[in-house]
Protein backbone atom coordinates (compact mmCIF):
# COMPACT_ATOMS: atom_id res chain seq x y z
CA UNK A 1 0.00 0.00 0.00
CA UNK A 2 1.49 3.29 -0.92
CA UNK A 3 1.17 5.65 2.15
CA UNK A 4 1.81 9.60 1.29
CA UNK A 5 2.05 11.54 4.89
CA UNK A 6 1.68 15.21 4.21
CA UNK A 7 2.61 18.16 7.16
CA UNK A 8 3.11 21.65 6.30
CA UNK A 9 7.12 21.77 5.60
CA UNK A 10 7.94 18.45 5.41
CA UNK A 11 10.75 18.77 7.67
CA UNK A 12 9.74 16.79 11.35
CA UNK A 13 6.19 15.22 11.53
CA UNK A 14 5.70 13.67 7.86
CA UNK A 15 9.45 12.43 7.26
CA UNK A 16 9.49 11.08 10.68
CA UNK A 17 5.94 9.03 9.65
CA UNK A 18 7.74 7.96 6.05
CA UNK A 19 10.54 6.63 7.84
CA UNK A 20 9.00 4.71 10.53
CA UNK A 21 6.72 3.16 8.54
CA UNK A 22 9.17 2.50 5.64
CA UNK A 23 10.43 -0.78 6.70
CA UNK A 24 8.10 -3.62 8.64
CA UNK A 25 4.85 -2.31 8.18
CA UNK A 26 4.30 -3.55 4.82
CA UNK A 27 3.77 -0.39 3.47
CA UNK A 28 5.75 1.81 0.88
CA UNK A 29 6.39 5.53 2.30
CA UNK A 30 6.64 9.05 0.62
CA UNK A 31 6.24 12.66 2.62
CA UNK A 32 5.36 15.83 1.36
CA UNK A 33 4.27 18.99 2.62
CA UNK A 34 1.86 21.84 2.18
CA UNK A 35 3.80 24.98 1.84
CA UNK A 36 5.93 26.62 -0.66
CA UNK A 37 8.83 26.13 1.83
CA UNK A 38 8.85 22.67 1.71
CA UNK A 39 11.43 20.32 1.81
CA UNK A 40 9.31 18.51 -0.89
CA UNK A 41 5.86 20.31 -2.32
CA UNK A 42 3.35 18.12 -2.55
CA UNK A 43 2.79 17.46 -5.98
CA UNK A 44 0.22 15.54 -8.40
CA UNK A 45 2.65 12.63 -8.91
CA UNK A 46 2.64 12.02 -5.52
CA UNK A 47 -1.32 12.15 -4.99
CA UNK A 48 -1.98 9.93 -7.94
CA UNK A 49 0.93 7.47 -6.47
CA UNK A 50 -0.73 6.76 -3.27
CA UNK A 51 -3.63 4.71 -2.58
CA UNK A 52 -3.85 5.99 1.35
CA UNK A 53 -3.17 9.92 2.46
CA UNK A 54 -2.45 10.72 5.89
CA UNK A 55 -2.33 14.08 6.88
CA UNK A 56 -0.85 15.46 10.51
CA UNK A 57 -3.76 18.18 10.26
CA UNK A 58 -7.42 19.09 9.51
CA UNK A 59 -5.63 22.25 7.86
CA UNK A 60 -3.44 19.57 5.40
CA UNK A 61 -6.50 18.23 4.20
CA UNK A 62 -8.18 21.32 3.83
CA UNK A 63 -5.33 22.60 1.63
CA UNK A 64 -4.85 19.71 -0.62
CA UNK A 65 -8.41 19.53 -1.38
CA UNK A 66 -8.18 23.03 -2.69
CA UNK A 67 -5.51 22.38 -5.25
CA UNK A 68 -5.79 18.53 -6.27
CA UNK A 69 -10.02 18.35 -5.78
CA UNK A 70 -10.69 16.05 -9.11
CA UNK A 71 -7.83 13.37 -7.75
CA UNK A 72 -8.65 12.74 -4.53
CA UNK A 73 -12.42 12.23 -5.44
CA UNK A 74 -11.35 8.28 -5.21
CA UNK A 75 -8.84 8.72 -2.19
CA UNK A 76 -8.65 8.22 1.73
CA UNK A 77 -7.73 11.11 3.33
CA UNK A 78 -7.16 10.69 7.09
CA UNK A 79 -6.55 13.46 9.35
CA UNK A 80 -4.07 11.74 12.22
CA UNK A 81 -4.65 15.17 14.23
CA UNK A 82 -0.66 15.41 15.39
CA UNK A 83 0.54 18.92 16.73
CA UNK A 84 3.79 20.23 14.67
CA UNK A 85 4.84 19.93 18.40
CA UNK A 86 8.17 17.96 17.64
CA UNK A 87 11.36 17.29 16.22
CA UNK A 88 12.36 15.00 13.53
CA UNK A 89 12.43 11.14 15.17
CA UNK A 90 11.29 12.31 18.52
CA UNK A 91 10.47 9.65 20.32
CA UNK A 92 7.38 10.98 21.40
CA UNK A 93 6.36 11.71 17.73
CA UNK A 94 7.14 7.59 16.76
CA UNK A 95 4.95 6.27 19.90
CA UNK A 96 1.61 9.00 18.97
CA UNK A 97 2.37 7.58 15.06
CA UNK A 98 2.44 3.90 16.05
CA UNK A 99 -0.47 4.25 17.79
CA UNK A 100 -2.66 6.69 15.64
CA UNK A 101 -1.51 4.81 12.40
CA UNK A 102 -2.43 1.25 14.04
CA UNK A 103 -6.18 1.41 12.35
CA UNK A 104 -4.66 1.62 9.32
CA UNK A 105 -1.87 -0.89 9.16
CA UNK A 106 -2.30 -4.14 6.75
Given amino acids: MNS ?9 RSPTAERVFAVGYGLSTRS ?17 WADMIFVMEQKHKQNIKEKF ?5 HKKVIVLDIPDD ?7 LIEI ?7 YLP
Fill in 4 to 12: LFICSRNQW
Fill in 32 to 48: AGTSKHAKHTVSLKDIT
Fill in 69 to 73: AQQLQ
Fill in 86 to 92: FLYMDEE
Fill in 97 to 103: LKETMLP
